[in-house]
């Protein structure tokens, strides 16, 4: 069994785990920013289809922490930093280039789980995002609302915490706005949990009915 956002759209690789929780693996996820013709925009990147996880889906430039990364919010950054070079040839200058924005756990009822730490970095000046072709196999800017409508009309596939990183990105019209929001925020984890009902599973967060 697959869970399923509120978008309806199963989430490629997330396998419902009746059994005692998995312990998550750490992870960090960049939204790369720039200012768009109209308002900001984000990188995202298509995983290829033949990936064991998150087979064919758009995602935010990220990945796991690697052992040697260090510890806590140190590797956190180290590994943020990696996976946006290796994942589309973006090189940030350090560690303080990443503003903190969210944290989300991966629910316990889901096998694949990941302590995930997304960071804001805005394009450096000069650079161009490109894909491997390997592990990522397009890449697109997109303002939030832009990918959310490609989602809704099939054109490309989000997971959960995709989309609801995008619904909030949406409220900011440029780069600085946003930046400027995240540096002044407290950054809470989010743990959502599934609740399965026949064969559907709906994914809930914290202050939702029912969760």
């Not at 995202?44 to 064991?52: H, S």
């Not at 959502?192 to 914290?206: C, D, H, Q, S, Y």
């Amino acid at each position: 069994m697959s869970t399923r956002g509120e978008s309806g759209r199963a989430g490629s690789g997330e396998e419902y785990n009746p059994g005692p929780p998995t312990p998550p693996r750490q992870a960090a996820t960049v939204i790369l920013l720039r200012d768009g013709v109209e308002s900001l925009e984000v990188l995202l990147v298509k995983r290829t289809p033949e990936a064991r996880f998150m087979g064919g889906v758009w995602v935010f430039p990220g990945g796991a922490v690697d052992q040697g990364e260090g510890d806590g919010d140190e590797a956190h950054r180290a590994a943020a930093i990696r996976e946006l070079r290796e994942e589309a040839a973006i090189t940030l200058d350090g560690p303080d280039a990443l503003v903190k924005f969210s944290r989300w756990i991966t629910p316990a009822e889901v096998r694949m789980r990941f302590d995930t730490h997304f960071f804001l970095a805005s394009l450096p000046p000069g650079q161009e995002a490109k894909i491997d072709g390997q592990e990522c196999v397009d890449l697109g800017w997109f303002t939030p609302t832009a990918a959310l409508e490609a989602h809704r009309a099939g054109d490309i596939v989000l997971v959960f915490p995709t989309i609801r990183h995008l619904e909030q990105l949406s409220g900011f019209s440029s780069v600085e706005e946003l930046l400027a929001y995240a540096r002044a925020r407290d950054v809470l984890p989010i743990q959502p949990k599934v609740i399965v009902e026949g064969e559907v599973a709906r994914v809930l967060l914290p202050g939702d009915p029912g969760y």
